[in-house]
């Protein structure tokens, strides 16, 4: 059954159940939770101080994590803006959420957003900065953004509510997305001689500078979270209220953002909620943000709805547990479609991908191979706007490695980026834990492969993926709203020799 016609089914559904819920709330004593939802653009794991990140300066964030549950083990849906924000807003795998499952997109008003499910149910919802996107919203048939009505900022949001009603709000920074300012770096204290520089980029002055101005953005959304917990305490609220704090995908450099490595898939995850939360854990379990929805659903006394993939996190929560909790959780699974369009001409598509991850396995399928994973190195034969490796945002990593592409000890990590890949990648996290030799085609490994490539089928097959029935070319044909990274110039380039 096409995932239309099972929206159509259950609003009926859940027409009914929201009124139960209506009822059950005009009937209830008990306060309901706020839920306050800040959500990064860019910001990949492990990047914060309580992560091991001694460079990075986040004190905000690693209070909720000791005041509430650090997650170790979160992952999107998928590593590009669009897909990923509808994932969380709908708590369900990007693949069904047809044109939505790309970047430059719109969402269709006949999918359920937990933030219209709570607003019927009571709740005062709005969003700041950014929402769902970015995209078209009336060209999906809506009048305001999926992340509800928006506001000029939290404070404004809570001067505008009505006194004694729960809300639900999304603060969507729009840190540490490029671009980046030089001088932030300075006037947050980071120097770049401290960061930490993955193996799968050079380890260069301008690499380390890069990372640097990443940092200071992701200290600059710390410092407004900070604010919007004092912003809580300040009306005595901060305890009765569900605070979820995150990243849509990872950083914006080359193999991270729109890749389903670690570096592109999981992100940082911190919960508090004192009233309900047992404080102080570090829970190992594999999550999904499209969990978030079903868990702010049940956490405000509502039925996830059951067209929701994601899982409710509220048992492992409130288990008082550590490590792993919920032994069932053996996999998380993730994806993509278009990110820009970034093939050559004259391919529209993307570089479709699925990927099921174990605690110790990452198994990938790239479904047409013979494309570019980050977008065509050759920006005369792109499609669209002289896009140029445009599935990986500009900035002076991607500059510097593309500069030193043919030097032996750059060109093997300009490899892992931007060439070609197998239809299959498996990675021994145990043994590599930055996922930088494949192992897919070695036949120690040909029983785990299989398993993992059954397990990812089955759940393409039970949620309906369009590209597992044969019918990815319609996640193909939506339109494309926005526009790709270009060529910046072979003087910018000279600038990397």
């Not at 498996?426 to 490539?453: F, G, M, R, W």
Request: charge should be negative; aromatic fraction near 12%.
């Amino acid at each position: 059954m096409n995932r239309r016609r099972l929206t159509t089914l259950f609003t009926t559904a859940c027409a009914f159940t929201l009124l139960l819920n209506l009822n059950i709330y005009a009937a209830t004593t008990e306060k309901k939770p706020n839920i306050l939802f800040a959500f990064a653009d860019d910001w990949g794991w492990p990047h914060a101080g309580v992560y091991g990140d001694q460079t990075v300066q986040t004190p905000a964030f690693d209070r909720l994590a000791k005041e509430g549950v650090l997650f170790t083990q979160a992952f999107i849906s998928s590593p590009s803006c669009t897909p990923s924000r509808g994932a969380v807003l709908t708590g369900q795998h990007f693949w069904r959420l047809d044109e939505g499952a790309n970047l430059w997109s719109s969402l269709d008003k006949e999918i359920p957003v937990y933030t219209e499910l709570l607003a019927d149910a009571g709740y005062f919802v709005g969003y700041t900065r950014k929402g769902w996107g970015p995209g078209r919203i009336a060209d999906g048939g809506r009048d305001q953004n999926p992340a509800g009505p928006r506001f000029n900022s939290f404070e404004q949001f809570l001067k505008d509510r009505p006194d004694g009603q729960p809300f639900c709000f999304w603060f969507g920074s729009h840190d540490p997305h490029r671009g980046y300012n030089p001088k932030l770096k300075q006037q947050m204290g980071i120097n770049p001689d401290s960061v930490i520089v993955p193996p799968y980029f050079p380890d260069s002055p301008a690499v380390r500078e890069d990372i640097a101005d990443y940092y200071a953005e992701v200290q600059r959304f710390d410092n407004d979270v900070a604010r919007l917990l004092t912003a809580l305490e300040e009306i005595d609220e901060l305890d009765n209220t569900l605070v979820v704090v995150s990243g849509d995908h990872g950083m914006p450099f080359p193999r991270c953002k729109t890749q389903l490595y670690d570096s592109g898939a999981r992100v940082p995850l911190a919960i508090r909620w004192p009233q309900n939360i047992p404080g102080d854990r570090v829970v190992n379990d594999l999550v999904s943000l499209t969990d978030l929805a079903p868990t702010f659903l049940e956490a405000a006394g509502m039925e996830p709805l059951e067209i929701m993939t994601g899982q409710s996190l509220l048992g492992i929560l409130t288990s008082n547990k550590e490590g792993v909790v919920d032994e069932s959780r053996k996999y998380v699974f993730f994806g993509r479609e278009r990110h820009t369009v970034s093939q050559e001409d004259p391919i529209s598509g993307g570089y479709p991908m699925r990927a099921v991850r174990s605690r110790d396995f990452l198994y990938i399928r790239n479904f047409i191979p013979q494309r570019w994973p980050s977008g065509t190195p050759d920006f005369k034969k792109a499609y669209k706007d002289n896009a140029w490796l445009s599935d990986c945002d500009n900035g002076p990593t991607k500059f510097f490695m593309w500069a030193h592409r043919l030097d032996p000890k750059i060109k093997p990590l300009y490899a892992l980026a931007f060439s070609k890949r197998p239809g299959e990648e498996l990675y021994d996290l145990k043994h590599d834990p930055y996922q930088t030799n494949n192992v897919a085609a070695d036949p120690d490994y040909a029983e785990i492969k299989s398993n993992l490539k059954d397990v990812l089928t089955t759940e393409l097959r039970r949620t309906d993926d369009p590209r597992i029935q044969g019918k990815g070319d319609k996640l193909e044909q939506y339109p494309y709203y926005g526009g790709a990274p270009a060529w910046p110039g072979q003087d910018v380039i000279d600038q990397y020799k």
